[in-house]
């Protein structure tokens, strides 16, 4: 969970569920793709690792 606080008072509160909260949704997905891709999706955790 990320707290922020938009500024702006109501304008802010205005963008928020069309510019800000895609925009938040889109980094956070972008940052799970690129972690998954890089170091797995986690199904082998908890696995011995495989001896040569």
Do not use: K, M, N
Request: aromatic share 14%.
């Amino acid at each position: 969970r990320v707290w922020y606080s938009l500024p702006f008072g109501a304008l802010g509160a205005i963008a928020h569920p069309f510019y800000v909260a895609p925009q938040l949704r889109e980094i956070f997905h972008h940052r799970t793709r690129c972690a998954v891709t890089r170091f797995g999706d986690g199904a082998d955790a908890g696995s011995a690792p495989a001896h040569a």
